[in-house]
């Protein structure tokens, strides 16, 4: 029985790495994702533009635009002279942020008043703009503190910041350990789900029903190649993040191994599932589709789950993605073992169970 098991094993195997179209879906997307996220995909704003309209010309406002100037992340400033221009350029996209120094601001500051600005950010790229106006407020911050202690006085109390697990924020820290999930997930979930729907399309899936096999053997059959593979390309994502671009590995190897293996075991429940209900691969690589991006959307990686409703917040936990992408980013910055994976493994463990009854059911509900 056990020869048998193995010779379907290495028929899936074949199959999913001989078939070119096939072998193209388990590839390119590791290597794609792995050349373009760590730098397409980054909260971090730089090269952006700023704009400016200094209605003032004194030596103080013009020590402050310098700075600014000066700043990584605007390495191109507009200087305008009116407010139609400056508003012109955000407009147009031209500038992300805009700040207007009022005609009095150097007065102001020379007299020991508080000397207001104008920023303008460009809401229709929320997110960046925000960020840019937060290097933008920073050093204003720091001159304003500066010439506080210049001029004998106490600078206010400030708050200062220590980032724990990633202490520069660095972006890649966050991504790669996410992305290693995502590659799984896209290795798992394709491999189950085209499995038993080639069978059909092919027209060899009677043949396979009448194999000395029962049906738990053939879906073990089915799950072990896409555990194999959906491991392999985890393993190389995990690779890179260490080795090319020097994501800090604190935790325990076995128990990032352990927590592989539940998460493709979980997803290859969902794959069966839904191989199960197809009866073709365009059908099959539809419903994979339909399933990865609510599973992505939920999963924390692109918005944090406190932030979604309640609703979404209880599904959200069903889905395996947002504890694995938990239990990585421990393993990779927070020296995650077993013990402290053990609240994000054991939904793991639920929703194999689930997952697995749920396509072992369908699979005998067909050969009925």
Same mark, same amino acid.
């Given at each position: ?16 790495? *001989? ?53 990584? @992340? ?60 937060? $290097? ?6 720091? $001159?304003?503190?500066? *010439?506080?202690? @210049? ?13 724990? $697990? ?5 972006? *890649? ?23 038993? @729907? ?114 979404? *917040? ?45 396509? $072992? ?8």
């Amino acid at each position: 029985m056990l020869a048998r098991l193995l010779t379907l094993i290495r028929k899936e195997l074949l199959l999913a790495l *001989r078939d070119p179209q096939s072998r193209r879906l388990l590839i390119l997307p590791v290597l794609l994702q792995l050349l373009l996220f760590p730098f397409a995909a980054t909260l971090e704003v730089r090269n952006a533009t700023l704009a400016i309209l200094d209605n003032d010309r004194g030596a103080e406002a013009q020590e402050l635009v310098k700075r600014l100037a000066a700043a990584r @992340a605007f390495p191109t400033v507009h200087l305008v002279t009116d407010q139609a221009a400056l508003t012109r350029t955000i407009d147009e996209q031209q500038s992300l942020v805009g700040v207007e120094f009022p005609a009095d601001f150097s007065r102001r500051l020379a007299q020991g008043e508080s000397a207001p600005l104008l920023a303008i950010v460009d809401g229709r790229r929320s997110n960046s703009a925000q960020i840019a106006l937060g $290097y933008v407020q920073s050093i204003v911050q720091d $001159y304003a503190d500066e *010439r506080t202690r @210049a001029a004998g006085g106490e600078v206010p109390s400030r708050i200062v910041l220590r980032n724990r $697990y990633n202490p520069n924020l660095e972006y *890649r820290w966050f991504l790669l350990p996410s992305l290693v999930a995502i590659i799984t997930t896209i290795g798992s979930l394709v491999v189950t789900a085209l499995s038993i @729907a080639r069978e059909r399309e092919q027209g060899t899936f009677e043949q396979l029903l009448v194999s000395p096999l029962t049906p738990a053997l053939i879906m073990l059959g089915k799950t072990v190649p896409a555990l194999l593979i959906a491991f392999g390309q985890a393993l190389v994502i995990a690779l890179a993040a260490i080795f090319v671009y020097r994501v800090p590995f604190t935790g325990s190897l076995p128990a990032l191994g352990v927590c592989m293996i539940l998460y493709a075991l979980s997803l290859a429940g969902f794959g069966l599932f839904i191989s199960s209900i197809c009866s073709t691969q365009q059908q099959a690589f539809l419903g994979v589709f339909t399933f990865m991006v609510p599973a992505i959307m939920l999963s924390g990686f692109v918005a944090p789950v406190e932030n979604m409703p309640a609703f979404f *917040r209880g599904i959200a936990w069903v889905d395996p993605l947002s504890h694995f992408i938990v239990i990585l980013k421990g393993v990779f910055l927070k020296s995650y073992g077993l013990a402290l994976a053990w609240p994000n493994m054991w939904p793991l463990l639920l929703t194999t169970g689930l997952t697995v009854s749920l396509a $072992y059911w369908m699979f005998r509900r067909q050969l009925a």
